[in-house]
């Protein structure tokens, strides 16, 4: 679910040091298969930042049935050294469970900001039954929140999805899944009712982009790593409005066409452009603002590609951006759409970075042109041969060639052989 709140810009508060509070269930405290939560990968990140000015704060320092392995510390490796472990997440609690506990809980924390993301618990156990009661005690929770601090900043999370349950444990909160983009939309309502210029309330969009594939753990419940990194860019650029922008201008290293692909050099299908900065760096207001990708010719249709940011595979040292497509500038495959034949100019805007770029914007060009697999502008005997290799292929063959499945169903055929047919002989120039 993709939600837009327009809400009050937070200053920067990062001086002096600002007590941060994870608040949330089991996703918050870890140790669902040896995990230490989205709060490892978001300190981490912090830390590369270069605030240092930072505290994590809660009456928890270990995670959820912590030892013998638990957290795994060779993915976590300073778990036990440099990671402030401070937490409120509490294990299997639902919104009126956490409620009771807010009087001791803010203050004991003191929290200048809260990353609160409760819910899951809610319909997990109670389906729809639990979504009005939860986002109301959302609501409450904040009261709480500003009955120790009137100027709490909270940044208030939709929640992940639930997927069914693969790991035989047996988990019942599948049946929760149904419910989850209604109660996240009621979380954005709880944040509109609740912003305020003293205490502002900002939605931070867990849902949107989530793979369920990827990202979850086999439970259906709790996010897998890469899952974990996710949640943690989101809070991570949630919190970059508090970040003073200080340090040197970032600039961009690598610029990589269908990354993540088999194949980079083709550009038969182009699916993804990725970004890499030297760096960690946050984004003056959505990530996808920072980028422009235009086709400039040749024909028609020309104009800005509707682009969408995933973070996900940064680390604690760089900032990733895997760009992808949607819009009339696309085609082909429903679900992961590929640019439509073409020249285009990807803009880096030094504006859309909080320090900046080194030299200002980067602009790179690339190109799409179906049927073309070695990349070098052109459909022609060379491609005709891999073509003809891989016609009649599906995904379970060994010759099935992703890039020359036109419209992404899985076969190469018929359909796939007239689009390449009408491009062979084609330069583009």
């Given amino acids: 679910m993709t939600t837009v709140l327009t809400l009050t810009v937070l200053e920067s508060r990062l001086t002096p040091t600002v007590r941060i509070l994870p608040l949330g269930d089991s996703i918050t405290q870890g140790g669902y298969f040896n995990s230490a939560s989205y709060r490892y990968p978001l300190w981490e990140q912090l830390q590369q930042a270069g605030d240092s000015d930072i505290d994590f704060v809660g009456s928890h320092n270990i995670v959820y049935n912590e030892g013998s392995g638990n957290p795994d510390l060779a993915n976590y490796p300073n778990y036990y050294s440099s990671f402030d472990r401070d937490n409120d997440g509490y294990w299997g609690y639902r919104t009126d469970q956490v409620l009771p506990l807010m009087p001791s809980i803010a203050a004991a924390a003191r929290p200048d900001i809260v990353m609160l993301m409760l819910?899951?618990?809610?319909?997990?156990?109670?389906?729809?039954?639990?979504?009005?009661?939860?986002?109301?005690?959302?609501?409450?929770?904040?009261?709480?929140?500003?009955?120790?601090?009137?100027?709490?900043?909270?940044?208030?999370?939709?929640?992940?999805?639930?997927?069914?349950?693969?790991?035989?444990?047996?988990?019942?909160?599948?049946?929760?899944?149904a419910w989850v983009s209604e109660f996240n939309a009621q979380v954005v309502a709880v944040a509109a009712a609740k912003n305020t210029p003293q205490s502002p309330v900002v939605v931070v969009d867990q849902f949107t982009g989530f793979n369920m594939s990827t990202d979850l753990s086999s439970d259906g419940v709790h996010p897998s790593r890469a899952g974990e990194s996710r949640i943690a860019n989101n809070f991570f650029q949630a919190l970059a409005r508090y970040l003073p922008a200080t340090g040197s201008p970032a600039s961009v290293q690598t610029v990589v066409v269908n990354a993540g692909q088999a194949n980079t050099t083709q550009r038969s299908i182009v699916t993804n452009v990725a970004v890499t900065f030297n760096t960690v760096v946050t984004f003056n207001g959505q990530p996808q603002n920072a980028f422009q990708l235009t086709r400039t010719g040749p024909g028609t249709p020309n104009g800005n590609v509707v682009l969408g940011v995933d973070l996900t595979g940064s680390t604690a040292t760089q900032t990733v951006a895997k760009i992808t497509f949607s819009g009339s500038l696309t085609e082909g495959s429903a679900t992961t759409p590929s640019l439509v034949d073409g020249n285009y100019a990807l803009t880096v805007f030094s504006s859309g970075i909080s320090v900046g770029l080194s030299g200002g914007d980067k602009t790179s060009s690339l190109f799409r042109l179906f049927g073309d697999v070695n990349g070098d502008r052109t459909v022609n005997i060379t491609d005709l041969t891999a073509f003809r290799n891989a016609f009649g292929a599906t995904t379970t063959d060994a010759n099935y060639q992703p890039f020359l499945d036109f419209n992404g169903d899985g076969v190469i055929n018929i359909t796939d052989l007239?689009?390449?047919?009408?491009?062979?002989?084609?330069?583009?120039?």
């Fill in 119 to 177: 819910g899951t618990n809610d319909l997990g156990q109670m389906g729809q039954a639990g979504v009005a009661p939860a986002a109301a005690n959302l609501g409450r929770i904040i009261d709480g929140l500003r009955a120790v601090n009137p100027a709490v900043d909270v940044l208030l999370a939709e929640i992940i999805p639930i997927g069914p349950d693969a790991s035989g444990t047996g988990s019942y909160y599948t049946t929760g899944s």
């Fill in 418 to 429: 007239t689009q390449f047919r009408n491009r062979f002989g084609v330069i583009l120039p």
